[in-house]
């Protein structure tokens, strides 16, 4: 559908990769034999990661300010998982940290939204059978990967979009129409990095899950997240904030659980924004 979109990407020489240790704890958790003991090997081979590491560990979201002083107290007192979704946290934010030369948002909001976002869909996939909670995390700190990759590469585009959307304004529809959607973008860096059918097919469809085929339960994940981050206001996402919350009816999940997520991220919201502005901005 995007074939000149393709071509585009095809064509540019310096697409990230994927941040090494990411991909590195990536293959070892898709192995049987992982354990925390490795994980934590591999974590400890990249300092700076460890460092930023600690740093959300320590921050007051978690509640433990000042005590976790290693990988392995951080597995002990947070759980792997946790430690899991951090380390995909702090390494994937680490691919794009400078400047992005927009005045609408700044890089780091951007990234708050995909912590927000990935923080929801974790919550929200917990009440989901047969949904791993911690992948879903991931694919929230993804889902937007391919905004990056527009401000990057096409820039121009970008600020005539922001410029005729006022900024804000339902961004993803005029995308779209320009022929260059962060969803498809998004989709063809899942795939450059060899990432699971999954990964590439709810990035694409994170704004119209209905068309992700066997994968709509995941993309609907991501998307309702999605809205909840956007009312709450946490990060940049480009949007207009609809009053209404849309919620796929391939989702089996209550009224109820879907507000105790909203009031878990609501109660939350400076906690999450503060623990990784810092982070963020070092
Ligand atoms: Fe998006
Ligand atoms: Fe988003």
Known sequence: MYVSLVERLNGIQDLPSIPNTLNKVLSELAKESSTP???????????????????VANSPYYGMAGKISSIARAIVIMGFAEVRNLVVGVSLTTMVT???????????????????????????????????????????????????????YFPNEMRELLKANNGIKNLYPAEEKAGIPHTEIGAYLAHRWKLSELFVEAIRYHHRPQGAGPYTAHASVLFLADQLCKKLQI???????????????TLSLSQDIIKGVAIYMKEQKNEIERAWDEVLST
């Open 37 to 55: 003991d490795t994980i934590e090997t591999i974590i400890k081979e990249d300092p700076l990661l460890t460092a930023k590491l600690l740093q």
């Open 98 to 152: 400078g400047d992005l030369g927009f005045e609408e948002f700044k890089t780091k909001d951007l990234w708050l939204h995909s912590v927000a976002v990935a923080t929801a869909a974790n919550k929200l996939a917990q009440h989901i059978p047969g949904m791993d909670p911690e992948e879903v995390f991931t694919l929230g700190i993804m889902h937007d990967i391919g905004r990056f990759l527009q401000c990057l």
């Open 235 to 249: 990060g940049w996402h480009g949007e207009d904030v609809d009053n209404r919350l849309l919620i796929p009816k």
